[in-house]
């Protein structure tokens, strides 16, 4: 799978040469472009946004940067993500659909967002197009939201994790599913026992317990 960033902070990017997205990327499962967008500004301020149509604070950034720059790593089987907090919800479907993808690229937004035609442009031409948020709060541009996207999609494809094994049985693997709670050694730690029932060897009473903590914690954060 190839991920490209379009972003004005490339150095935001950094992190993807860590832990196992970078594994990944050693052993070419991912391969990932970083692409700073001021590269692509049309005047000699590397000028990226400008005021909006209609009034109000802050800037709009412009379509012509950002489709020249979309352009050099658009190709028919990309899928191009728009990251701004008015687009749909991310979640561990969406990771999943996701991580079918040859080629995902992340749009990264500062300011009031990226002019609307942008979107318009690649979806009339026949691009697949999303616009997604990470969750409903506002962050103060689109890359860690990306690199949220990006991380919780690599995992899903095969070869990213040592044991895929991880995958299966994790909180949000089924809508609803939250995963039970976790113990290692020691048995007891500043007063408190691991519980019982996970020392004792029998498994159909460990399943047992597990689903119903797992239940227990799915109910306690709603
Ligand atoms: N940009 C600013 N806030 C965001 C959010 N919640 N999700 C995605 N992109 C964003």
Request: proline letters at 5%.
């Amino acid at each position: 799978m190839k991920l490209d960033f379009i972003s004005i902070f490339p150095e935001f990017f950094e992190p993807l040469k860590l832990s196992l997205i970078g594994k990944a990327r050693d052993k070419s499962i991912i391969e990932i472009g970083v692409h700073d967008l001021r590269d692509q500004a049309i005047n000699v301020h590397r000028q990226v946004d400008d005021t909006p149509y209609g009034g109000g604070a802050g800037m709009v950034m412009m379509p012509e940067v950002w489709g020249k720059a979309i352009d050099k790593v658009i190709t028919q089987e990309s899928e191009l993500i728009i990251l701004t907090p008015a687009g749909q919800l991310f979640n561990q479907r969406m990771a999943e659909e996701l991580s079918n993808s040859a080629h995902l690229i992340f749009a990264c937004g500062r300011y009031e967002g990226i002019d609307d035609r942008v979107r318009q442009y690649y979806l009339n031409e026949g691009f697949k197009v999303r616009e997604v948020s990470i969750g409903d709060y506002v962050l103060n541009g689109g890359e860690v939201a990306a690199i949220v996207i990006a991380e919780a999609v690599s995992r899903l494809i095969p070869g990213v994790l040592g044991n895929p094994e991880s995958i299966v049985d994790e909180s949000h693997s089924e809508d609803g599913y939250i995963e039970y709670p976790a113990f290692t050694k020691p048995a007891e730690w500043r007063g408190i026992k691991v519980p019982e029932v996970l020392l004792s060897g029998n498994h159909a009473e460990i399943a047992k317990w597990r689903k119903s903590a797992g239940e227990s914690r799915a109910n306690h954060n709603q």
